[in-house]
């Protein structure tokens, strides 16, 4: 499990296909990579990976075919920046709210004011599990949604200038995609309604 609260990004060094799918190496900082093992959960993108292999500051994750088909990981390219986190513990502060690291689709960038006021289009599939002023996760990071407009499924989310300079979102461009995560008890809320209508 993941806050949501980006705690760095990570230059991607390479990032190579095979029959399984890719393997996505990353450059850590020092600080970052403290008692990190083989195993652990790493938030990237707001996708959860598994590092299978740490040399010196390199650390390896592998991707299967599926999450590079619905995420934005599967078009990375060597130099890119990506959001991380390293998953929470027992005891930690949840600055954000809970994330799974689970995407469930990818929106686009419609707009992007010096303000900070960005707003996404989302997929038509997720429209249904946004609110305003409910949570969204993009990129791994959670966010508050400012204005929505069902109809069209474009939510407006506000960065505050240290957050553009501390993860990818300060250098998006209109059109630029992100991982999106809906918060998953309005999902959960939104589906059992639904049944509950249609006498499941």
Known sequence: ??????????????????????????????????????????????????????E?????????DETMRVTTLGNVKEGDAVNIERSIK?????????LSGHVHGIATLLEKHEDGMFRFQLPEELKKFVIEKGFIALDGASLTVVDYDRDKGACSVAFIPETLRATTFGTLAVGDQVNVEVDQQTRTIVETVEKMMNGE
């Open 90 to 98: 027992v005891g930690d502060e949840i600055g954000g709210h809970l």
């Open 56 to 64: 010196e500051a390199n650390v390896s994750f592998d991707l299967t």
């Open 1 to 54: 499990m993941f806050s949501g609260i980006v705690q760095s990004t990570a230059p991607v060094l390479s990032f190579q296909k095979n029959e399984h799918g890719a393997v996505l190496t990353l450059l850590f900082t020092e600080a970052f990579l403290r008692d990190l093992k083989i195993g652990a959960s790493v938030s990237v993108a707001g996708v959860c990976l598994t590092v299978v292999k740490i």
